[in-house]
């Protein structure tokens, strides 16, 4: 089905997050926001809740414990050399391991959960056109609206009394 | 809100156009003086790599060590620079935690702060051990000898210490970084444009971007909080987990972090005086921020006073003798006037600050923040140098450690590495957050708060730099 695409440029987060849900109520198409800081309107506009990335840095966590306990353990029996009259499996001391692997394993793998989820690096031709408008890094709010042909002017109209500077065909 | 100055309001929409502009300005065309201070830190570094690479030919021999006395100045600076590096997870975490709003403007500088030091303290085991070639026999990998590393030293736990702190400090700078990197990408017009492209990984400020970006930094935030915590335990455990006197104690580790914080406030504020005066930064990292670094210091220098005189009651009240003769000859042995300026220099000097006129007085808080660097040196040289050189044999009294050349320019050189590379760093990376900045501006309900800027003189009006390129 053909769409057009229509991209909303606004001053302010709220005005943005009205605009936003303007057309989420009146159904006239799906939405993406760009934004130069996290804003906690456009948050509630788009109804997100909590992102996935706590579990990719629980399980990292999990994965991490468990091999800093798991590493000294396995070379303490690959070659069992008592020191200084220890017990093989010397607890105390592997703690500090798995402590420093939980915490290294959680934080690389929430790196990994945040590439993936974020979807970057994003190398896409397709993708980049839409980012040419340098000023969402700046200042301006974009409300971006994939739309059926027939809502576009809605779409606009929605878009304008919700403040936004300008209303245009986006790529 | 965050505060950045007092007098004159610009207008809501402004407001961001000017953050940018007047943070991304100082990643500008660099003057004369930058480039003298880039040229005498990299002098100093080719020093102290010209002295390693004598080390490296000849052998340890040509460090001052004699026995007992078998860690100097190496680990001195080791313990040293891991614990500056703490006050940057402290501001950029712990303080994040706990939303300190005032931490926005000094969080990015404080972070680079700790990537750099980590690198530089990283060296210095290298650095210690005879054969530096063989560095790599401290991880534990399959290898044709056939053997493990020793996972109950503390040595090792170091190992992992470190690396854990270094590989989570570059990813939460760089975390920090990436909206930041693409705003200088916009707006950038020379050769390093691409270079931004590649690094920012084509962020584009999509909600869906924020919506991981946010959650994942306030988890970084969580994890590097026990982190730090538990690194300069580890640290402390090189020494305490011994059981020579003046080394053996159950109060290394809140005692060692707390000076490791306090170190690392100190200079932080060393460099943001000078940062913010040569990139005219006045208006973002104001006298405020840098008096709650001044008030933070007074708290972290009375918890290492309050460990010092721990220290030396616990040797008095044990009636143990060789505890006792180790903190005596401490205090008044052969090393008696570095103790006694390190004393002085971390819980006399630093309670200057509690005087408003002091913690607001930029050579003041200058001067001061200089005596507790000093003063923390100072207080790891105390605790290596003379517990070893008074150990449990009378007869390996010998007499002073002394530095050879090596040592003294091996300590040059890193001082030179730290501030090369942050020297680097502040020219080419937004030296404040730039998110954060305008994030501090959004209320909750999306509205934008003034900002208000006191020196109109700085900049040309922020509405014309919407397309201002660095």
Same mark, same amino acid.
């Given at each position: ?35 130069? =800081? ?11 809740? =909590? ?18 306990? &798991? ?46 989820? &974020? ?34 002017? &809605? =779409? ?7 403040? &936004? ?7 | ?50 002295? @390693? ?9 040509? /460090? ?33 935690? @706990? ?9 990015? /500088?404080?972070? /680079? ?46 190992? @992992? ?90 109060? *290394? ?73 180790? *903190?005596?000859?401490?205090? *008044? ?58 150990? @449990? ?68 009006? /922020? ?8």
């Amino acid at each position: 089905m053909p769409t057009v695409k229509i991209m909303g440029v606004f001053d302010s987060g709220k005005k943005a997050a009205r605009g936003i849900n303007a057309i989420r109520k009146n159904d006239l198409g799906s939405v993406t926001a760009y934004s130069p =800081v996290p804003d906690h309107a456009l948050d509630h506009a788009l109804e997100r809740s =909590v992102s996935p990335i706590r579990l990719f840095i629980l399980i990292g966590g999990i994965i991490g414990c468990i091999s800093g306990f &798991a590493l000294p353990i396995y070379t303490v029996y690959d070659w069992p050399l008592i020191t200084g009259g220890k017990a093989l499996i010397s607890l105390p001391p592997f703690v500090v391991i798995a402590f420093e692997l939980t915490i290294l394993f959680g934080a690389l793998s929430g790196m990994m959960g945040f590439l993936i989820l &974020a979807r970057l690096p994003r190398v896409s031709r397709r993708t980049k056109a839409i980012t040419v408008d340098p000023t969402f890094s700046l200042d301006r709010f974009g409300v971006f609206v994939s739309c059926d042909p027939k809502s576009e002017s &809605a =779409v606009r109209e929605a878009l304008k009394l919700a403040g &936004a500077l300008e209303a245009s065909r986006g790529a | 809100m965050n505060s950045v100055g007092t007098s004159v309001h610009t207008a809501p929409s402004n407001a961001f156009s000017r953050i940018d502009s007047d943070i991304l300005r100082t990643m500008g065309r660099p003057g004369y003086a930058y480039c003298a201070a880039v040229a005498i830190a990299a002098l100093g570094l080719g020093f102290g790599a010209y002295a @390693f690479s004598v080390q490296w030919r000849f052998g340890i021999g040509v /460090a001052g060590y004699e026995h007992p006395v078998l860690w100097a100045i190496y680990i001195t600076n080791f313990v040293f620079w891991v614990g500056i590096a703490h006050s940057g997870t402290l501001i950029s975490a712990v303080l994040f935690l @706990f939303r300190a709003k005032w931490r926005t403007a000094v969080a990015r /500088a404080s972070e /680079a702060t700790t990537v750099f030091a980590v690198l530089t303290a990283s060296l210095f085991p290298i650095i210690h051990i005879g054969r530096p070639w063989f560095f790599y026999w401290l991880f534990p990998y399959p290898n044709e000898r056939q053997l493990w590393v020793n996972f109950r030293s503390p040595l090792i736990w170091d190992v @992992f210490a470190l690396s854990t702190y270094l590989t989570v400090s570059i990813m939460f700078l760089f975390l920090g970084l990436i909206p930041d990197i693409a705003a200088a990408r916009d707006r950038c017009a020379d050769w390093r444009k691409p270079i931004y492209r590649a690094l920012a990984l084509g962020w584009d400020g999509s909600h869906r971007r924020w919506w991981h970006y946010s959650s994942l930094y306030a988890f970084f935030a969580a994890l590097a909080t026990p982190l730090v915590v538990s690194v300069h335990s580890i640290v402390s455990w090189d020494f305490a987990v011994s059981i020579l006197p003046g080394w053996h104690s159950t109060i *290394f580790a809140p005692y060692f972090v707390a000076g490791a914080i306090f170190s690392g406030l100190a200079m932080v504020i060393t460099l943001l005086i000078p940062l913010r005066k040569f990139l005219q930064l006045e208006d973002y990292i104001t006298i405020d921020h840098l008096e709650n670094l001044a008030k933070l210091i007074i708290v972290t220098s009375l918890i290492v006073g309050y460990s010092y005189i721990t220290e030396f009651f616990i040797a008095w009240y044990s009636g143990n003798p060789f505890e006792q003769q180790t *903190f005596y000859n401490r205090l *008044f042995g052969d090393y008696w006037l570095f103790t006694w300026s390190m004393l002085i220099c971390n819980t006399i000097i630093p309670l200057l600050f509690f005087s408003k006129y002091l913690r607001t007085n930029l050579v003041a808080l200058f001067t001061i923040s200089i005596f507790v660097n000093i003063g923390m040196w100072l207080e790891r040289f105390v605790i290596i140098t003379t517990s070893l050189s008074h150990d @449990f044999d009378p007869a390996n009294w010998s007499g002073l450690y002394q530095p050879t050349w090596v040592e003294v320019a091996i300590t040059i050189g890193s001082f030179s590495m730290f501030f090369l590379l942050f020297l680097l760093f502040i020219k080419n990376f937004p030296v404040v957050s730039i998110t954060e900045m305008k994030e501090a501006l959004v209320t909750s309900n999306g509205e934008h708060q003034e900002l208000r800027i006191t020196s109109e003189s700085l900049h040309s009006s /922020a509405a014309s730099s919407t397309g201002d390129s660095i």
